[in-house]
């Protein structure tokens, strides 16, 4: 079983569309949570960042921790095609020097 | 500064081949990270440096793996004797130093290695 399980997809929705991407996680050491874009033969951007269990909202991004379940979720409200890309979960102890990353879901949102 | 800068974008080398990528990370920031990812995969954790200070190597990271920080601000990434499975993408990032609330690591473009 992987540290870190990610559904890849790949997702296909309407521009307009509430978006929901998972990440599943065993180890209880993992206190912080990110979420990444990644385009195509790109390096994955930074969206959003979580420290410990909570929400946290930017625009039309929420990211939410769930640590007594090690379930995190990404919401993209009225998705748009130009946020067609793959969506990388991403996660690591205290000190960030090992983030362990899904396999990431690819997301197209078709006009 | 616009953010981590890696060179070279893309790097086709012969098996056996000795191959150097260079990262230049955001300014002031202490740390810095070396990911490798292949295709439909996400990135793996390869070795990280504190200021020019290695602090820890991943299993993945073989003895033909060298990477150095001197000045503690551009890295390097040496692959000797390049295999057809070292092909993959690259990717340095680079962040402050973490505080208890703040972690936030910014990603390069990567470099794209193909060994034939």
């Known amino acids: 079983q992987k540290e870190v399980e990610q559904d890849p997809g790949p997702l296909s929705v309407p521009e307009g569309a509430i978006v929901s991407l998972n990440c599943t996680y065993s180890n209880s050491a993992f206190q912080y949570f990110m979420w990444y874009r990644q385009y195509s033969r790109k390096g994955p951007e930074l969206l959003m960042y979580?420290?410990?269990?909570g929400n946290k909202e930017d625009g039309r991004f929420t990211a939410q921790v769930d640590k007594s379940s090690k379930y995190i979720s990404l919401f993209i409200r009225d998705s748009q095609p130009s946020d067609s890309a793959t969506y990388l979960c991403a996660m690591s102890p205290y000190n960030n020097n090992d983030m362990r990353f899904g396999a990431g879901t690819r997301l197209t949102v078709k006009p | 500064d616009t953010g981590v800068s890696q060179d070279p974008r893309h790097k086709i080398t012969k098996r056996g081949q000795n191959v150097t990528f260079r990262c230049d990370p955001i300014?002031?920031?202490?740390?810095l990270y070396w990911y490798r990812q292949t295709l439909g995969q996400g990135p793996e954790f390869l070795t990280y440096f504190q200021n020019e200070a290695q602090l820890e190597k991943s299993r993945l990271l073989s003895d033909r793996f060298s990477a150095e920080r001197p000045k503690g601000s551009f890295s390097t990434l040496e692959i000797q004797r390049t295999e057809q499975g070292d092909s993959a993408m690259y990717l340095c990032?680079?962040?402050?130093?973490?505080?208890?609330?703040?972690?936030?690591?910014?990603f390069g473009q990567g470099t794209r290695l193909t060994v034939v």
């Open positions: 990032a680079s962040s402050p130093t973490p505080t208890l609330e703040d972690t936030e690591a910014f």
């Open positions: 300014s002031e920031h202490n740390r």
């Open positions: 979580t420290y410990s269990s």
